[in-house]
């Protein structure tokens, strides 16, 4: 069984960081990607960033040179700088991974129940 734990979810004032984390824990062999998605009530969820095992990363246009994704191998961790955040980056940010299972099956995605993040005015 793969879990994928999100924290460091808040309420930060407008202008402020908060930073992420994702750990991923249970059967398997190999992170291929990690990736941060948001959903606000009434949209659909939405690509935040992703980083792959080689370490390439994309971005959201709306959080370009505000956001940073980082991973930790070693720990089985993900990690999502969010500085300069803003009103409209309030939303449930969930984890999401990319795995090769204990079979050597590759493509296993998992997601995280998510964390609240809420940018005050």
């Known amino acids: 069984q793969v879990q994928l734990v999100e924290s460091g979810g808040g309420l930060v004032q407008a202008g402020g960081s908060l930073r992420l984390s994702c750990a991923a824990s249970?059967?398997?062999?190999?992170?291929?990607?990690m990736g941060w998605y948001r959903q606000t009530p009434g949209k659909q969820r939405e690509l935040v960033a992703r980083?792959?095992?080689?370490?390439?990363?994309n971005y959201a246009d709306s959080v370009k040179g505000r956001f940073t994704i980082s991973a930790d191998n070693a720990k089985n961790t993900g990690y999502l700088q969010m500085n300069s955040l803003k009103p409209e980056d309030t939303a449930v940010y969930y984890c999401?991974?990319?795995?090769?299972?204990?079979?050597?099956?590759?493509?296993?995605?998992?997601w995280g129940k998510g964390t609240l993040v809420t940018v005050s005015s």
């Open positions: 999401n991974a990319d795995l090769t299972n204990s079979d050597y099956v590759r493509g296993m995605n998992y």
């Open positions: 249970g059967r398997f062999l190999s992170i291929n990607a």
């Open positions: 980083i792959s095992s080689g370490g390439s990363t």
